[in-house]
């Protein structure tokens, strides 16, 4: 068979087979602008739906003119629209990671540190400390994001999430705390114990059979005059124990609806589904007086893979506060809110500044578990009044 022949001949055997078909181009949009806004409709003036991460890549289902947007609006779900002033149509395909991103073995999205000195200095590189030319001062105690450290004229100098530069000296790395809570299976028979060192009885009263470590996860049976029954049979002082007083599901939240009750006095978290419990935790909620944790039932207005935090408008504050990227906020009554407190190991203690203050990995359990979930790829969603959200319910 002559060579043309022989190519004609492979290329039909080729296409009966189905194997000359060429990769098919997929074109999506990719998010150009950090945090770009998601929209019920193709207007700017339409209620918000969330926001989408830099970089992420959507398919999209629908191009149209609109209003607000100096170019197109892109559909990339029912009632999910950006505006292409945001985004650039791109032949790639989609890629949508889940915001914040958490390595292996860690359990905080970013490198944390917070300023050790007041009146730190901040500079858009580090050769301008010679003439002390700098970005910006920060206040003892606020927090930022560091991406890398850098070596210059013989001092170690931090990257900060901006684009600025810090002394390493200057900065004390925050950790985050290892407390975690208990997933449950239906009831609430956990507690924890309040102090390191209580000590538990064979029986009311009775002899002492060991002392129990701060915080230690315990099951209970039953209270009685004061004592608690723990399941292994021994007994230990209630007031010892930070325990979830029960209450039904409140009025106005959905048979099978999910919601947080918040217990001030006893510090304690419960996640239930109806009637159902599934997560409890120690939480810190606000101090007493003009910082409380606001009581009451709330629901859920917006949750955020992150979000700065900071009351640097407060004139009559001793101390003012601003900390980069607290990561798994769900704000439920103005700016108070659940989120990741990598800042202090206090669980079980009032401390906040009204939010309700969760270990790293409760706050990122409680916001993966809370209704509506956050679609991959975006980085805050709103939502509707016609879908399932959580209900947060404060009470002391």
């Not at 791109?90 to 490198?111: F, K, N, S, W």
């Not at 290892?178 to 956990?190: A, H, I, K, N, R």
Request: aromatic share 10%; glycine share 10%; charged share 25%.
């Amino acid at each position: 068979m002559r060579p043309l022949a022989l190519a004609l001949a492979l290329a039909a055997l080729a296409a009966t087979l189905g194997t000359n078909a060429q990769p098919r181009v997929v074109q999506t949009i990719e998010v150009r602008h950090a945090d770009a806004a998601v929209y019920l409709a193709p207007r700017a003036d339409a209620p918000r739906r969330g926001t989408l991460a830099l970089g992420a890549r959507f398919p999209f289902r629908a191009r149209v003119a609109g209003e607000g947007c100096p170019t197109d609006w892109f559909a990339i779900d029912d009632a999910a629209w950006v505006c292409g002033h945001h985004v650039e149509v791109v032949r790639a395909a989609p890629e949508r990671p889940t915001v914040p991103t958490v390595a292996e073995g860690h359990h905080l999205p970013y490198d944390y540190a917070f300023v050790a000195f007041d009146g730190t200095r901040t500079f858009t590189h580090p050769r301008d400390a010679y003439t002390d030319d700098y970005y910006a001062a920060l206040g003892e105690g606020f927090g930022i994001v560091v991406t890398g450290f850098e070596r210059h004229g013989g001092t170690r100098w931090a990257r900060t999430l901006r684009g600025l530069y810090v002394e390493a000296d200057s900065l004390r790395m925050a950790r985050g705390s290892d407390f975690v809570g208990v997933p449950l299976e239906g009831t609430m028979d956990v507690a924890w114990v309040r102090r390191g060192g209580a000590t538990l009885h064979d029986r009311r009263g009775g002899r002492v059979v060991r002392r129990a470590g701060h915080r230690e996860v315990v099951r209970t049976r039953r209270t009685d005059r004061g004592w608690t029954e723990l399941t292994d049979g021994s007994w230990v002082r209630t007031r010892n124990l930070h325990a979830w007083r029960p209450t039904e599901p409140p009025d106005g939240v959905p048979t099978d609806g999910t919601w947080i009750d918040i217990d001030v006095r006893e510090q304690v978290l419960v996640f239930s589904r109806g009637a159902r419990a599934l997560y409890a935790t120690l939480v810190s909620t606000g101090r007493a007086g003009r910082t409380a944790t606001p009581p009451g039932l709330h629901r859920t207005w917006v949750k955020l893979a992150y979000s700065d935090m900071d009351d640097l408008e407060r004139v009559d504050a001793e101390h003012n506060y601003a900390i980069e990227r607290v990561p798994w906020v769900q704000y439920f009554e103005g700016s108070n809110g659940l989120h990741a407190a990598f800042w202090h190991d206090d669980f079980g203690r009032r401390r906040s500044h009204g939010c309700v203050n969760l270990a790293p990995r409760d706050a990122r359990a409680l916001y993966e578990l809370s209704e509506p979930a956050v679609p991959p790829g975006w980085t805050a969603i709103f939502p509707r009044e016609d879908e399932p959200t959580t209900y947060v319910n404060v009470r002391d």
